[in-house]
């Protein structure tokens, strides 16, 4: 089992608490427990952190290792189409545009990705079970069985000490 972080939980981290110039520790634990393959995401998240053209997308393009960045599989492909089937349930009524931006985005990838190959899910995300504009990360995995943890668990799940 693996943690796969969520693109807001570095982007928070970087911008609000954990800054490169501040908390090097913490960088250098995520790059330790990346290294070990505790720690993954997934290409789409990748992707979308080397658009912002900051101090993180450098960090993500020099320092951070693409292998911790998966390519979704088959077993993914399968669990992503069971997530569009999930996100179309007449009972969660979502938007079309809800539904929509979700699976174009890379939450619904890490979800899937997460659920075919049993790892947790790490968001700065909160649920919201009863919002129908759009498709929270912890209501996603809630509904697949998808377990998932705030990064403030993930340091003390990984044992973090700075």
């Known amino acids: 089992m693996a943690y796969l972080l969520d693109a807001n939980v570095l982007i928070t981290a970087k911008r609000d608490h954990y800054r490169f ?3 090097p520790c913490y960088w250098d634990f995520l790059l330790q427990r990346a290294s070990n393959g505790a720690l ?12 912002k053209e900051d101090d ?5 393009e020099s320092t951070c290792p693409k292998v911790m960045f998966e390519t ?13 089937i999930w996100t179309m349930d007449p009972q969660r009524k979502y938007t079309p ?18 659920l075919a190959h049993e790892h947790t ?3 700065h995300e909160k649920p919201e079970p009863q919002r129908i504009s759009k498709v ?8 697949m069985g ?12 990984l044992g973090a000490r700075f």
Do not use: M
């Open 40 to 51: 993954r995401s997934v290409d789409s998240v990748r992707k979308e952190l080397l658009n």
């Open 72 to 84: 979704p599989d088959g077993a993914t492909g399968v669990a992503l189409s069971q997530l569009g």
């Open 97 to 114: 545009a809800a539904r929509a931006e979700f699976l174009n985005v890379a939450d619904s990838v890490l979800i899937a990705h997460a």
């Open 146 to 157: 998808v377990r998932w943890i705030d990064p403030y668990a993930l340091l003390e799940e």
């Open 121 to 123: 899910v790490v968001t």
């Open 56 to 60: 993180l997308s450098q960090w993500v």
């Open 21 to 23: 110039t501040t908390f």
């Open 136 to 143: 929270k990360v912890p209501d996603a995995c809630s509904a």
